[in-house]
């Protein structure tokens, strides 16, 4: 990357492009579909292209790319979101433990649930915006510290800098999955964080077209190569046409970004007025317990809102149905808009609260979100 890629606009747009392609190549890099590249007469040599499972030119642009915007030295991508966060908790020592947010993305609790024994690994959950809850949970074998903020589905807020300080303290490792906020809006690693994990699926892609996940931290990182090699050994990777379409999108992030926060800010403050809805989870409002910490440590406050309808789930249910424009689906950060009643989607273990409605805001007219919404309240 050229050292004069300053602001982030400017990072997603040039970052990764190669300073040695000839002088009349074309502005869109090409896609390299080949599994196989053949090796020089004298041999393969340290840096070659070998086999696309270790590396391959999309992938190694959409590394870099990704590693620029984070502000990390080195990224390591995956295959899907959940892959990224399973690499960060098997390249842990045998016999570690973990703390985790009580209020913390559906997948990553499924991962715990399902292979943390497998992986003699063990996990507690804790209030991560609860800073002695958070120092009295550490055990003498505590490695990692994972956040979470803002949180899934709660959107509750966890000082970073607070957390890395006790973690630095204790010899603890921090991961923020930052797949919410991004990079545009929360830059983990310059508040003490080791590593910061994306679903590439949502921001980064931000056209529900792409799966993908990606690992970052900073030069000479330990945890980035033992994260590398299980990239490598086991094999989740992004395919070269999904590397390059991701890349491709990254050039628009920082723009669309921009309007998802304030689509969103509008959408929470009309949500939050409406007779017909208990409560909103939207740091941006001055009402929510973590906007004084959300304001200091971010730059903008994200395209997801939580809210609760007055009533049941089955009140929730109905008032999701009733949406013409906002899409009922799973998943988020896609230029449509989409809603859920976020505990049917997680399923019989889910802790989320029965009136829970769901919002990804999206790059819609919010004029226009805000009349679905309120059509389907009323």
């Given at each position: 990357?050229?050292?004069?890629?300053?602001?982030?606009?400017?990072?997603?747009?040039?970052?990764?492009m190669?300073?040695?392609?000839?002088?009349?190549?074309?502005?869109?890099?090409?896609?390299?579909p080949?599994t196989?590249?053949?090796?020089r007469?004298e041999?393969?040599?340290?840096?070659?292209?070998?086999?696309?499972?270790?590396?391959?030119?999309?992938?190694?642009?959409?590394?870099?790319?990704?590693?620029?915007?984070?502000?990390?030295?080195?990224a390591?991508?995956?295959?899907?979101?959940?892959?990224?966060?399973?690499?960060?908790?098997?390249?842990?020592?045998?016999?570690?433990?973990?703390?985790?947010?009580?209020?913390?993305?559906?997948?990553?609790?499924?991962?715990i649930?399902?292979?943390?024994?497998?992986?003699?690994?063990?996990?507690?959950?804790v209030?991560?915006?609860?800073?002695?809850?958070?120092?009295?949970?550490?055990?003498?074998?505590?490695a990692?510290?994972?956040?979470?903020?803002?949180?899934?589905?709660?959107?509750?807020?966890?000082?970073?800098?607070?957390?890395?300080?006790?973690?630095?303290?204790?010899?603890?490792?921090?991961?923020?999955?930052?797949?919410?906020?991004?990079?545009?809006?929360?830059?983990?690693?310059?508040?003490?964080?080791?590593?910061v994990?994306?679903s590439?699926?949502?921001?980064?892609?931000?056209?529900?077209?792409?799966?993908?996940?990606?690992?970052?931290?900073?030069?000479?990182?330990?945890?980035?190569?033992?994260?590398?090699?299980?990239?490598?050994?086991?094999?989740?990777?992004?395919?070269p046409?999904?590397?390059?379409?991701?890349?491709?999108?990254?050039?628009?992030?920082?723009?669309?970004?921009?309007?998802?926060?304030?689509?969103?800010?509008?959408?929470?403050?009309?949500?939050?007025?409406?007779k017909?809805?208990?409560?909103?989870?939207?740091?941006?409002?001055?009402?929510?317990?973590?906007?004084?910490?959300?304001?200091?440590?971010?730059n903008?406050?994200?395209?997801?809102i939580?809210?609760?309808?007055?009533?049941?789930?089955?009140r929730?249910?109905?008032?999701?149905?009733?949406s013409?424009?906002?899409?009922?689906?799973?998943?988020?950060?896609?230029?449509?808009?989409?809603?859920?009643?976020?505990k049917?989607?997680?399923?019989?273990?889910?802790?989320?609260?029965?009136?829970?409605?769901?919002?990804?805001?999206?790059?819609?007219?919010p004029?226009?979100?805000?009349q679905?919404l309120?059509?389907?309240?009323n």
């Amino acid at each position: 990357m050229k050292k004069s890629l300053q602001h982030l606009e400017t990072i997603a747009i040039h970052a990764g492009m190669s300073d040695e392609q000839p002088p009349n190549s074309g502005i869109v890099p090409p896609l390299e579909p080949s599994t196989i590249f053949e090796h020089r007469p004298e041999g393969w040599k340290e840096g070659d292209w070998n086999y696309t499972r270790y590396s391959n030119p999309n992938r190694n642009q959409l590394e870099q790319v990704l590693a620029a915007l984070e502000g990390g030295a080195e990224a390591v991508t995956f295959s899907s979101g959940v892959a990224a966060i399973g690499a960060v908790f098997q390249a842990l020592p045998k016999g570690a433990h973990v703390l985790y947010p009580e209020d913390v993305y559906m997948g990553t609790r499924t991962l715990i649930r399902e292979y943390a024994d497998r992986w003699e690994l063990s996990f507690d959950a804790v209030d991560m915006t609860d800073l002695d809850a958070v120092e009295d949970a550490t055990q003498p074998h505590t490695a990692l510290l994972w956040l979470e903020t803002p949180s899934n589905p709660l959107l509750h807020i966890t000082d970073v800098k607070a957390i890395t300080d006790i973690a630095k303290g204790k010899n603890i490792a921090v991961c923020a999955d930052s797949t919410w906020p991004t990079p545009y809006n929360l830059r983990p690693l310059e508040l003490g964080a080791d590593l910061v994990m994306h679903s590439t699926t949502k921001y980064f892609s931000g056209h529900s077209d792409i799966l993908g996940g990606v690992v970052t931290g900073p030069p000479d990182s330990e945890w980035i190569a033992r994260i590398r090699t299980i990239q490598q050994i086991q094999g989740a990777v992004p395919s070269p046409r999904d590397c390059w379409l991701l890349t491709r999108s990254i050039r628009t992030f920082p723009y669309r970004m921009r309007a998802h926060n304030e689509h969103a800010q509008r959408i929470a403050e009309f949500l939050d007025d409406h007779k017909q809805v208990e409560q909103v989870f939207y740091p941006g409002l001055s009402s929510h317990k973590g906007h004084e910490i959300a304001k200091n440590q971010m730059n903008g406050f994200g395209g997801m809102i939580s809210f609760l309808i007055h009533g049941d789930a089955e009140r929730a249910l109905q008032v999701v149905a009733q949406s013409k424009l906002i899409l009922r689906a799973t998943s988020l950060g896609g230029v449509e808009s989409t809603w859920e009643h976020r505990k049917t989607s997680e399923g019989e273990t889910s802790q989320t609260p029965d009136n829970l409605i769901r919002l990804s805001v999206g790059l819609e007219h919010p004029d226009d979100l805000i009349q679905d919404l309120r059509e389907a309240l009323n």
